[in-house]
């Protein structure tokens, strides 16, 4: 498979990511109407790296600017995020929703082995203060894929030891600015390289193409240790270890220092359906990519993430690539909506903590896809509300159209545009329809 189509590939597998708008299904499942708990939380989320911009001292970084490089484009100076948090949060605000999901970028705080930013922390002191003036509650992810490039340079999270350094950084983060967080995660997403290439499929082969290693190996060579793991980039086995060790250690540091916050993590799942037989295949996928984090939060957790934007087909040969038939999004995903509510019921069957949905949306340059996106999956939380299963937020992925990873500034799944040139903001009529929805805490018409 080429490079380009490793790209559109991944694109179209996944959790939150890329970028040519097509039309709604025509059919989709009824949007549910009603009053939803008191108390229930409506957001909007963005990640440090993706919105902030120049982020120069994190791994991500680093391998957006060297050659080779799997990146599109470098996310550079991101969408300004760090500079205009408080127009945003504010904007937020106004559109009547309550609750703000972002990330602390542990580069900016330790951006070299030891030494923690006084001023980084103070910043991010700043957003949190934001949310207090808005009224808006604060999600707080301590890390979102992206470590500092030292880190990455040790081998990231592959050795015995890099749970201990997190739980470092959790410490003092927690420290400074854990009276201020009403929720946090210490990882976004820590399942990702097993959903996407834990069972066979276009992407399987991926952890071995030459033009990933190449792009390892050179931001090794550059780091001077010849060593290089971050993110979906290294030893998936050793990095699923190690994030494992983390989440514990990292929990237990927050914990230590503020004892009645909320903490979990989230996790990127697929609405998986067997077909053709292949319910085996799928059960193996789901032991592999979801059931380690289950028993993670068993042991450590307060409440888990859910993070969904799509259905995944799976036959006993591996992933099948969608229906003929099917609507996809600009980020080359099944337009499927209706997939949360059957996310949120798997997860419920396995977990006795409460179910944040954390992330959920899609990319698409209209406006009216969103808007019906967003109308069919909050039905789907009503209906699992209604029997009986204990989900609390709805939390849109993105606030803003944002950096995307690999594939550059070409995905929209923000409910506020930018234009980078400017950094003006727009506000999408999507956003208003989650206001509405926020304000009257239900879907009533």
């Not at 993706?50 to 991500?60: C, L, T």
């Not at 916050?261 to 799942?269: E, K």
């Amino acid at each position: 498979m080429n490079h380009d189509a490793r790209r559109r590939t991944l694109l179209g597998l996944g959790t939150a990511l890329a970028g040519t708008a097509l039309l709604p299904a025509a059919a989709h499942a009824a949007a549910a109407r009603g009053a939803f708990p008191k108390g229930f939380l409506w957001g909007a989320a963005i990640a440090g790296h993706q919105a902030e911009g120049d982020n120069v001292a994190s791994d991500a970084w680093l391998l957006e600017n060297i050659q080779p490089t799997e990146f599109k484009e470098p996310s550079g100076a991101g969408v300004d995020h760090y500079r205009l948090y408080d127009q945003d949060i504010a904007t937020l605000a106004s559109l009547g929703l309550n609750t703000f999901r972002f990330s602390v970028e542990w580069a900016r705080v330790e951006p070299v082995e030891g030494m923690f930013s006084v001023a980084a922390l103070e910043h991010y002191r700043d957003v949190l203060l934001s949310c207090r003036r808005h009224k808006v509650k604060a999600m707080v992810s301590f890390n979102h894929f992206v470590t500092p490039a030292w880190f990455a340079a040790r081998g990231g999270w592959e050795p015995d030891d890099s749970a201990q350094l997190y739980a470092r950084y959790c410490d003092k983060v927690a420290r400074h600015l854990g009276d201020l967080i009403d929720m946090a995660t210490t990882f976004n997403e820590p399942n990702l390289p097993r959903l996407l290439f834990g069972i066979p499929g276009p992407l399987s082969g991926m952890a071995g193409n030459p033009r990933m290693k190449e792009m390892l190996a050179k931001a090794g060579r550059l780091a001077g240790t010849g060593k290089w793991s971050s993110w979906i980039f290294g030893d998936f086995a050793k990095i699923e270890a190690g994030l494992l060790r983390a989440h514990a250690a990292g929990f237990q540091a927050i914990k230590a220092v503020r004892p009645q916050l909320p903490v979990g993590f989230s996790i990127a799942i697929a609405d998986d359906q067997a077909v053709d037989g292949g319910e085996a295949m799928r059960d193996r996928k789901r032991a592999i990519a979801y059931e380690p984090w289950f028993r993670a939060i068993s042991e450590h957790g307060d409440f888990i993430g859910v993070q969904t934007y799509t259905r995944e087909l799976i036959g006993p040969d591996g992933v099948r690539p969608p229906p003929k038939d099917a609507t996809f999004t600009s980020a080359h995903m099944e337009y499927y909506p209706q997939a949360l509510e059957a996310t949120i019921r798997y997860t419920a069957q396995h977990v006795q903590v409460p179910i944040y949905v954390t992330e959920n949306g899609v990319s698409t340059d209209d406006d009216t896809q969103r808007i019906a996106y967003i109308r069919t999956a909050v039905g789907g939380v009503a209906n699992c509300l209604r029997d009986g299963i204990p989900v609390k937020s709805y939390i849109h992925w993105s606030l803003l159209d944002n950096f995307e990873w690999i594939f550059g500034y070409g995905p929209h799944f923000g409910l506020i545009g930018v234009d980078r040139a400017t950094m003006q903001r727009t506000v999408k009529p999507s956003a208003r329809v989650l206001g509405k929805i926020a304000q009257a805490n239900g879907i009533t018409a």
